[in-house]
């Protein structure tokens, strides 16, 4: 049985939650953001606090239990406070400047490329570091996983973009075998 199904989502001042139809509608300050129901469960609202029960036991059901709760709770957390992340860019001459929405780098390729960002992303730029920030916490992580795509992090000499967390492992190459 899944202990993340069990636990309560505390709904913060100014966030409501109500259910209509199929779909978990979740507003708050920052925005709306809506979550599919599947079959087999139901909300439980007390005052601030809110539980996702099962109506059945089976695997399926079981299996979703956990999701349904993170989902929630995720979209809740995200239109009240948001979510972001942070990415950092190694290299010489590789940069990134804001064109309209999106980003436009120059990552030691022959031409630029130019990043759009999807409805809902807010994309900031410090010095070396891209902050990818939004209510979809899905979202935000699939966004900065495509702009880490395209120059991962390499191991030799740490060239790349990486996430402000990310530890790259760094290898001696070649020169330090020969020397040995």
């Not at 079959?39 to 079981?62: C, H, M, P, W, Y």
């Not at 948001?82 to 999106?102: H, I, S, T």
């Not at 899905?138 to 990486?162: D, F, H, N, S």
Request: proline share 3%.
């Amino acid at each position: 049985m899944s202990r993340i199904g069990r636990s309560i989502i505390t709904i913060p001042e100014g966030v409501t939650v109500t259910l209509e139809g199929d779909q978990i509608i979740v507003k708050g300050p920052k925005g709306e953001l809506t979550v599919g129901m599947p079959e087999g469960f139901k909300l439980e609202q007390a005052d601030a606090n809110l539980s996702v029960i099962k109506l059945k036991e089976d695997r399926e059901t079981n299996a979703r239990y956990g999701l349904l709760r993170t989902l929630i709770a995720n979209a809740i957390i995200g239109v009240h406070t948001g979510f972001e992340k942070k990415l950092e860019m190694n290299g010489v001459g590789f940069r990134v400047e804001k064109k309209g929405e999106g980003l436009n780098f120059s990552l030691g390729f022959s031409h630029k490329i130019e990043f759009n960002a999807p409805s809902g992303i807010a994309l900031a730029i410090e010095g070396n570091i891209i902050t990818v920030s939004g209510i979809d916490k899905q979202l935000v992580g699939q966004t900065a996983a495509q702009i880490r795509a395209l120059k991962k992090p390499e191991p030799y000499k740490g060239k790349g973009i990486r996430y402000i967390d990310e530890r790259v492992r760094r290898k001696a190459g070649k020169a330090a075998a020969k020397g040995a």
